[in-house]
């Protein structure tokens, strides 16, 4: 028999790519990567240059389109293989990043009528202006016991669905009128490869607060947040919830055509970009934390037991991987915090001297910065520049950076911002460790690790953990691929679970990051340091940040204060 192959398209905040993968040991054939032609939408419609609110972020749903008609064709054509040879397809998306979409499956911003209202357009995980809808939300479930909080860490975020539907109903009540259904970009990918609009139970699970067994929260509950939301379960978010590793139906001929693939392949169920990178770092048991590290960071870890967790983002049973516990939580701000650090503060003699070197800003300062020692810069920042997803989940909180003088230098204060996310991921490794979710080495993936040699011994020296990285460009994508082997079954060349994969496929390099004991002994110190300003800045005792924020007179929320 022919070698098989199968494509994954991951799809990021900025771009979307597909990667080509072998069945037999998950090599990374081809990749193709194709940036949003509208990239995030946080200043203004596209056309009608509409100005959208604070902390608001959409995106048009064609570019998405537009990645599987440019890249898929592209690691075909790069590759020469035989299209015949290819058995599936599978996705993993950025989520909560949902869109209202008519009868026809059609999204509310492709009608000209609807268009110019911003709640028509798809909103993207880090659209934020569902703040105050979440404060509501949290509020109520709390005074009800609702039993689903603890599961969502106690707090729902403003990013998921509940909260940009309620949004949506509050700013836009007739946006969300001519909504058919509310679903997740992931979902509605799928649904043009297949014609088929299903759901999948991860975004179902750790999104919509969807429970494998007690489905979504009651309809008092709804009703509680607001009468016109009673039945939002049963209207708006109703639809069959297919478990990962489904087919979710097979690829249209139309489909076929414009990508290039034969017509009635396996199209998987949609799936979360660092939920499918677990699997494909061969992580299949407890104890490893996945981590998926770009813009943000995403953690990711198993357990057979469902423990209550401060702030994490959620546990959801067969979430990740069928059988076990699949536990989230993250930083909403990680890359992001460096590329902004580079774009709006960094001095132009820093870049004139990067420019020199021939390195670009980044590796400029990560040099510079590497030759400090743990503790040498006197700087302590706390990493919140997009809020905290984990474990405070409090978006209006913002950054801090403390410590400064006449002699502070660029490369401290990046390194000084390193440091601090990795502060913001040894909260996180805590809050699982100390409450019975073993972690006990990191697995990273994604585009830091690839990026930033100094940034990974920070975080093995600052969480005291051994870190494994990924030997794949493109780990989520090598996941999708995975988990469309699965869904196109043993029968037509793939296989029949994740795990039987994930064994075969998964891909990590030898070379491990191993913590210095003297870096460890020191970071514990400003560890202790970081404590004390997370906990007086970001619970309650000094709301500072909140108060800065309600002054801004483009914020129109409330903002709960004390
Ligand atoms: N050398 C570097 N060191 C640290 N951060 C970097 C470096 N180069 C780019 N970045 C940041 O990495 C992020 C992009 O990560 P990537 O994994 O490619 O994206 P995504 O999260 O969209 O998949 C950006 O936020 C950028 O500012
Ligand atoms: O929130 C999730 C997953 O639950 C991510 O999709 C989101 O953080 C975006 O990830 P990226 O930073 O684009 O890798």
């Known amino acids: 028999m022919t070698t098989k192959y199968t494509i994954g398209v991951d799809y990021g905040t900025e771009s979307g790519r597909a990667v080509l993968v072998s069945l037999v040991d998950g090599k990374e054939i081809a990749d193709h990567v194709t940036p949003y032609r509208h990239g995030v939408i946080d200043e203004e419609l596209p056309e009608s240059k509409i100005k959208l609110g604070y902390e608001w972020a959409l995106q048009h749903p064609a570019d998405y389109i537009e990645v599987l008609k440019t890249s898929i064709p592209a690691v075909l054509k790069e590759t020469g293989i035989n299209p015949v040879d290819v058995i599936g397809i599978g996705i993993d998306f950025t989520a909560c990043t949902m869109l209202p979409v008519d009868q026809n499956g059609a999204p509310l911003c492709f009608n000209p009528k609807l268009k110019d209202n911003p709640h028509s357009w798809l909103k993207l995980w880090k659209h934020h202006a569902a703040q105050p809808e979440a404060d509501k939300l949290n509020a109520i479930a709390e005074q009800r016991g609702e039993k689903f909080l603890p599961r969502y860490g106690g707090k729902i975020s403003s990013e998921w669905m509940i909260a940009k539907v309620w949004q949506i109903l509050n700013e836009a009540p007739e946006i969300f009128d001519q909504t058919d259904k509310f679903v997740e970009a992931t979902d509605w990918v799928i649904s043009q490869l297949t014609n088929n609009l299903v759901r999948n139970s991860c975004t179902a699970g750790y999104k919509s607060i969807w429970h494998k067994r007690d489905g979504y929260p009651s309809n008092d509950f709804f009703k509680a947040l607001d009468p016109r939301l009673e039945n939002l379960a049963e209207t708006k978010l109703r639809g069959d919830i297919l478990p990962l590793g489904t087919k979710a139906g097979e690829l249209t001929k139309e489909m076929a055509n414009a990508i290039g693939l034969n017509a009635g392949i396996a199209v998987a169920v949609g799936n979360v970009d660092a939920h499918a990178a677990v699997p494909a770092m061969g992580v299949v048991t407890p104890g490893k934390m996945v981590m ?136 996180i490794v805590d809050a699982f460790h100390q ?110 940040m909140k108060r800065l924020k309600a002054i801004r007179p483009d914020v129109k929320e409330t903002i709960t204060v004390n």
């Open 292 to 427: 998926a590290m770009g813009t943000s960071i995403c953690h990711m870890v198993l357990g057979t037991e469902e423990k209550q967790v401060e702030g994490m983002c959620g546990v959801v049973e067969d979430g990740i991987i069928p059988g076990l516990y699949g536990y989230e939580a993250g930083q909403s701000a990680v890359g992001d915090i460096f590329g902004w650090y580079v774009d709006q503060a960094v001095p132009s003699d820093v870049k004139e001297a990067a420019d020199k070197k021939g390195l670009n800003v980044h590796h400029y300062l990560e040099k510079e910065a590497t030759k400090y020692q743990p503790g040498e810069i006197g700087l302590l920042a706390l990493d919140w520049w997009n809020g905290n997803r984990s474990t405070l989940v409090d978006t209006n909180l913002s950054g801090l950076l403390v410590g400064m003088t006449l002699q502070t230098k660029p490369d401290e204060i990046y390194r000084s911002l390193l440091e601090a996310t990795a502060f913001g991921t040894r909260k």
């Open 435 to 544: 409450n019975g979710v073993a972690v006990d080495e990191l697995y990273v993936c994604g585009g830091l690790p690839q990026k930033n040699q100094l940034l990974l011994q920070i975080y093995a020296d600052v969480t005291n953990r051994t870190i494994n990285v990924a030997d794949s460009k493109q780990t989520p994508a090598l996941g999708a691929a995975m988990f469309a082997a699965v869904a196109a079954g043993v029968e037509n060349g793939g296989y029949d679970t994740i795990v039987n994969a994930a064994e075969k496929m998964a891909r990590v390099k030898e070379e491990t990051i191993v913590p210095i004991p003297e870096n460890v002994e020191i970071y514990e110190k400003l560890y202790q340091e970081y404590t004390k300003l997370h906990d007086y800045f970001g619970r309650g005792e000094n709301d500072v």
